[in-house]
Structure formats: structure tokens, C-alpha cells
């Protein structure tokens, strides 16, 4: 172990003395010069026949579970409180969102148009994911400590058996006849936005508020953070992505029946969560891709690969409770004004000269 | 008038009795001083005003707000901070963040415009904030770790840090809870300084609760002296210190020593 983690700081020292040997404009460049890349890349490439449709579809999969991981993490990670059915909120986004390019489109004759509808789709159906977030974040976020796990997991419960018993929706077997509109480009564009919507959030007052309720929620509330707002902001917030994903996972799959709701799911983006790390966008895309591109690769024990996903889980709160990254996170994900040298940089620029009358303080006698 | 005005206040545990009929009228700029043995019921006077207990009986009126079943973080956006008998810093946080939380009822935009970043609001009114904190940090000493996790200062930098974050909410009245428990004698003189300091710099009004008698004797206009949930005595230093009462109940057990 101490090994490997020799190799990897001998590997960034590397990196780093090579990437600061960088001219300033490619560094500012490189960022949004690689988003572009794989932008293109996720149009050109399927269609190139350099990715064939098996991993198409697994890298799919990954977005998809990036964009769960990462909004289940706001609640369980940056928050530390512990919400189990983020699959529920899934089940809704993708529903709705079926419900609106199977139904509703065609019979507002936007037939031909439901390509360019389908963010539409998505964002009702997240907006309706959120909705529904809200009427259980109201109660559950009334009462302190674990009771959130408790009503996030019969939520889950009440979703899957809602929708096994409504008909029209197919009930148990399930609703099928969307198109299949989830292609890479879309997965790759909905996963940068909630990245950087999920970071700015984090990054930003609520983020900081719900990072506090984390740490310690009376002392937060005595520092006057209004850690009900927050809470359940942050939880309608998570609710949407997990939505958003919903809709994304229906359209790529096109039949989706109740059972893909399950508990299952749930304890599924729990283990990308703590697998990634808490507190970290960086774990959470880590985490999803590492998961989910190892289940494919464990195909071959067919049933048995079920029993990793819950062992790597127990295994992993014992020796590695914070997960891969908790609650770090890869520089080029923290916004720049955020970084330490841009805080030292402003130091010395604004603060410093400012200051220059505060030599009385007793803290600095000799300044 | 006094900014803050306690009267009759009067909590009960279950039928344990922690404060009984506490008075108080605190004019502007005032630094007074709670003492009394452990279990008097100091801290839960501070709870009390918090918000973090409500009351069995009594009020508590600052600067024309009735303190009495508000929630803490509306209390404390009135103009109270406090800091705590043990420090309840956010462990895991940066310096920075740790007194930039401190001014979250001071941010006032949505989370769908912190999201989108949309416009300039946004991005001033966090770069005022984060300049702000960085003065701050600055004054105390602390600045050039601003971005170290506040778990990694040496234990008289996290008191200061707290002291921070309890001045980044741009208090008027300042409620420590023994700010010298477990210093050294210097740093003792140090924490005096540097209250007293404080207090002009930020135009503060300071309730001090405090073990260390040099503390108390030294920096505080005036005392109350609590036993059982009960004043026992209040007036100036020199009087406390002969009041026969206050020997009894408290300094009488260091005098027999």
C-alpha cells in the first residue's frame, strides 16, 4: 500500500515540475481545450466506429452514474447527512420525462421535434424529481440525527410500489416506447453542466453552509447559518440531478420498469459515493467510473458480481472510511478564486496594504 | 438603554433547576464578567440568549428584539457571536472557511443564482466576503494559514480562530465562554490584551464567562456571581472578591487551599 502510494506522489511531483514548465496561455488553454476534445470525441467517435456500442453504452452508463454520484454526494457527502433512496428521485425524473416524449409530445403534434425536445423532458423531469425532493425534505429535515435515512428508504419504497400498481404506466411490466435519444454527446454535455453547477454551488455560501452542518450543525446554526434553508436546498438540488439522470438512464434504455428503482439502485450510488469519496467532485466522478467500469469487467461471475458491490462497501468503511478522494479534490475542479495561491495573491495585494494601521493589535507587537 | 436586557430568566432540565431568575441590563460597551462554580449555570445562561435552549420563564430583550423563541441563527444575525466552552471549530474546513460561514446570513443571493454564477452579484459579494475574512484573519495572526484545515492549528490558534469567526458576523455583543481555559499564564496576558483590544477596535459589548480569576478581576467592569442557578452577588471587582457569599460559595474553597 505504501508503496503504490510512493509511486503515485513520485508520479505528481513529476507531473507537476513538467506542468509548470508550461507557457501561461496553455495552461489557461487546457481545460477548456480538453472539454472541447471531448465534446467532439463523444459526437465523431461513435460515429467513426471507434468506439463500438458495447463501451458506448458503458460510457453511457458511467455518466449517467457520475451525475447520481455526484448529487447524491451533495446530500450525504458535503452535507453528512444520510439520504439512502436517491433511486426514487431517479424513478421520478425518468417517468415524467418518458411520460412527456412517449405522450405528451406526439399529442401536441411535436412529433418530429422530440430530439430537440428531449432537454426539455429532462428538465421537467427533474424539476419534478426536485418537487417531489422538497415535499420529503419538509418533514425529515424537521428532526435532527438519522430519521432522513429512515424516510429516504421508504420513500424509495412507496416510489417502486406506486409505480408497479399505476396501469397506465405499464405497472410492473414496466414503460416502454421512448426513443432512443441518450446518446454519448448528450450524457458528456449533461455531465459537465452538472459538474460545474454542482461546483459552483459547493463553492458558494450554501456550499459552504451545508459543509458547516456537516461539521457541526449547532455550532453552525450559532454562527448563523440557516441550516433548515440549507438542508433543504441542498436536497431539492440533489433531487433534480438525480432526476435529470433518470431521465437520461430511460432514453438510453428505452423500457424502464419499477424494479430498476429499487433499494438495489440506491445502495448502488451510495457505494460510488463513499467509494469516490465524500466531499469531492473529483471522487465522484472516480468513483462512478471505477464502479461502474468494474462490474462490466466482473460480467463473467454473472450473479456473484452482486455480492462485490456491498462487500467493496463494507470493506471500504473499515479501511478507508473517506473514501478514494474524501474530501479532497483535483485543482483544476476548484474554481480559480478559490485556489490558496489566488487567496495569497489577493493577501498581499489588497489586505496587506490595507492593514498597515493594525500595528496596535496585541497579536502583533512587532509588526 | 441597556442593549440588552434579561429579566426573570428562569430554565429547568427535566426538574433539575439550572437557571433561576437571572437579571441582566447590559449598556453599550460594557465588558461584564459571569463567574461561579462548575454547574452554576453560566453556559446555559449563554444557551439561553443562543437560542440554543428556550427558556422555562423569563425575557430577553437585545436592542429591542425579543430573544425568546427565535431560532439561534436568527438570534445570531441580530448582532450576537459567541464562541464556546470547547472549541467547535469546523475541524475539517480551511481557516478561511471557517470565518467566511460566520457570514452566511450576510450573503444574500439565491442558490440558482450561486449555481449559474449569474451576473456580478455573485462574484463581489464573495470577494468582498473573502476579503473581508482575510482581514480579519490578518489582525489575529492568522492569515498566512488561511487555507490550512483548522484541525492542523496548534491549540491556542484554534481559540484564536474562533475568536475570529465570532467577529467575522460583525457582532455588537460578543458572548465568550472561558476564552482562557487551558493557556499558559503569557498566553492568559496575551487573550487579556487582546479582548480588551477587540473590544475598542469592533465597538463590542462583551459578557465574559471565565475560571481564571485574573481574567475576570482584570478585564471586567462589573461581575455576577452564579451558584446554583442563582445570583449571589453582582458589583465591581474589588467588591466581589470581599464579598463573604462569593468566598463562601467559590473562592472560599481556593482560599482553604
Known sequence: MSKVKSLISAFKERWDAFYSSWPEPVKKATVPGLLVFFFLASIFFPKLGIINLYWQQVLIYVGINIILTLSLNLVNGYMGEFSVGHAGFMAVGAYVSSI????????????????????????????????????????????RGDYLAIVTLSWNMIVKSVLENIEAIGGPRGFMGMPKLTSLAWVYVWVIITIWLIRNLVYSNYGRGALSIREDEIAASLVSVDTRTVKIVTFVIASFFAGIAGGLFAHVLVFINPRAF???????????????????????????????????????????????GPLLLVFLMIFRPHGIMGMREWKFLVPPEERAESWRKERELFVLPKLASAKTNPLNPEK | MPILKIRGLTHYFGGLRAVYDF???????????????????????FNLITGVYRPTAGEIIFNGHNLVGKRPEQIISLGIARTFQTLRLFKNLTVLDNVRIARFSRLKYSPVEAMFKIGRRVKESERETRLKCMELLEIMGLADKADWIASGLPY???????????????????????PAAGMNPAEISELMELIQWIRREFGLTIILIEHQMKVVMGICERIKVLDFGETIAEGPPAEIQNNPRVIEAYLGEEAAV
Open chain 1, 100 to 143: 412527456l416524449t412517449v405522450w405528451v409530445f406526439p399529442k401536441l403534434g411535436l412529433s418530429q421535434y422530440i430530439p430537440y425536445l428531449f432537454p426539455l423532458a429532462l428538465i421537467i423531469g427533474g424539476l419534478t424529481a426536485g418537487l417531489t425532493g422538497l415535499i420529503i425534505a419538509f418533514p425529515s429535515f424537521r428532526t
Open chain 1, 262 to 308: 429499487s433499494i438495489l439502485k440506491s445502495t448502488d450510488i451510495l457505494v460510488m459515493v463513499y467509494l469516490g469519496g465524500i466531499g469531492s467532485i473529483g471522487g465522484s466522478i472516480l468513483g462512478a467510473t471505477v464502479y461502474t467500469v468494474l462490474l462490466e469487467l466482473l460480467r463473467p461471475l454473472q450473479v456473484w458480481r452482486w455480492v462485490i
Open chain 2, 23 to 45: 437579571n441582566l441590563d447590559l449598556e453599550e460597551g460594557e465588558l461584564i464578567g459571569i463567574i461561579g462554580p462548575n454547574g452554576a449555570g453560566k453556559t446555559t445562561v
Open chain 2, 156 to 178: 491556542g490558534l484554534q481559540k484564536r480562530l474562533e475568536i475570529a469567526r465570532a467577529l467575522a458576523s460583525e457582532p455588537r455583543l460578543l458572548l465568550l465562554d472561558e
